[in-house]
């Protein structure tokens, strides 16, 4: 894959991809970002050489939200054609079919926060702020936020974050659930991220994926409709090369031994 992008870096070592956004110094992100990003998505998704995602807007920021200089002229017309570019784009990205990690350094506020919590999983440096702010601005959240922040951690919790407007420690987003592992300031939380990923890269590829599709997908529709998707995930397992080495190994070797191809 190419990955020439603008305003996003990314580099793949042992199959994870780290994806950094790239518009210093607070990642502000405006249409192009929208764009590169939903293309980036698609080319991870269709990378057999990637296997598992690290998402940051490196050393200093994760992202601050959307550019507010572009969005305030807007009308409401060209308001909601940006607003259904910058949805379509995080849709993409939650529907990576490999493990996600969203690793956070400083800011990730208003469409930060909201394309953090489309990652499976966020970790946090200690001195991590984390927000949906656009109430401060006479707006709500448009990228998600008001959707999948309820689905992560519950509708009061996300109405708190969304009402109030204000800035989380990451230690605050860790008792909430909204981060999964908080990271001390004295490390590096893209490095912590990175070595997890590097785990998940060497698991089964096509189970991960259907696992994965199944709790998303199962979030969205009744437990009976959940229970179908479930089912088909797991027939597919079986027509994977993953799952004959899996069996194999557990028979031959005990559990967690087996050596996956990702295939």
Known sequence: ??????????????????????????NPLNGRLF?????????????????????????KHFAAGADIKELESFTAVEVAKFIRTAQASFTKVENIPKPVIAAINGFALGGGCELAICADFRYA??????????????????????????????????????????FYSAKECFDM???????????????????????????????LAEAKLAVNRGMDCGKEE?????????????????????MRTFLEKGPGKAEFTGR
């Open 1 to 26: 894959m190419a990955y020439d992008y603008e305003l996003i870096l990314v580099n793949v070592r042992d199959s994870v991809a780290t994806v950094t956004l790239n518009r210093p110094p607070l």
């Open 35 to 59: 764009m590169e990003i939903a293309l980036c998505a698609e080319e991870l998704n269709l990378d057999d050489n990637v296997r598992a995602v690290v998402l940051t807007g490196g050393d």
């Open 125 to 166: 440096s200690e001195e991590a702020q984390i927000g949906q702010p656009e109430i401060l601005l006479g707006i709500i959240p448009g990228a998600g936020g008001t959707q999948r922040l309820p689905r992560l951690i519950g509708p009061a919790w996300a109405k708190e974050m969304i009402y109030s407007g204000r």
């Open 177 to 207: 659930g909204l981060v999964q592992k908080v990271v001390d300031k004295d490390k590096s939380v893209i490095g912590v991220a990175q070595k997890v990923a590097a785990r998940y890269a060497k698991g089964a590829a096509v189970a």
């Open 226 to 246: 959940g229970l179908i998707i479930e089912a088909q995930g797991i027939a597919l397992c079986f027509a994977s090369e993953d799952q004959k080495i899996g």
